[in-house]
């Protein structure tokens, strides 16, 4: 059973910094895309950055220059740093994995990740709010 439990939410005010952790009981962690989404009240739950066993990551681009997605393996752990946050980055965020390698697709002669939908993450965590007051 993989469990997945996140830490470091909170409030802050516009432009400040959270960092997520997301600690994994997954024995292989390394080989995992890892990935956190967020869900607004009334809104569907979204991508916000994965990241792949060989460290490719992918933004969303409503956080590209904002947020770093990071794992460090030897911990189990999925960060995800957020700077110069926004009021429409409010929303609860979740940790997700899952046991095999981020979908990605070929252009051009290189590799990209995917955008990452939640139906192709088969592990979850609970859940941390973030909330950003303007």
């Known amino acids: 059973q993989v469990q997945l439990v996140e830490s470091g939410g909170g409030s802050v005010q516009s432009g400040g910094s959270l960092s997520l952790s997301c600690t994994s009981s997954v024995f292989t962690f390394s080989s995992y895309c890892m990935g956190w989404f967020r869900q607004a009240p009334g809104k569907e739950r979204e991508g916000v950055a994965i990241i792949d066993s060989d460290g490719s990551v992918r933004y969303a681009d409503s956080v590209k220059g904002r947020f770093t997605i990071s794992r460090g393996n030897a911990k189990n752990t999925l960060y995800l740093q957020m700077n110069r946050l926004k009021p429409q980055d409010t929303a609860m965020y979740y940790c997700?994995?899952?046991?095999?390698?981020?979908?990605?697709?070929?252009?051009?002669?290189?590799?990209?990740?995917?955008?990452?939908?939640?139906?192709?993450?088969?592990?979850w965590g609970q859940g941390t709010q973030v909330t950003i007051s303007s």
């Open positions: 997700a994995a899952t046991e095999a390698r981020c979908h990605r697709y070929y252009s051009s002669g290189y590799y990209f990740l995917e955008q990452p939908t939640a139906e192709t993450f088969a592990y």
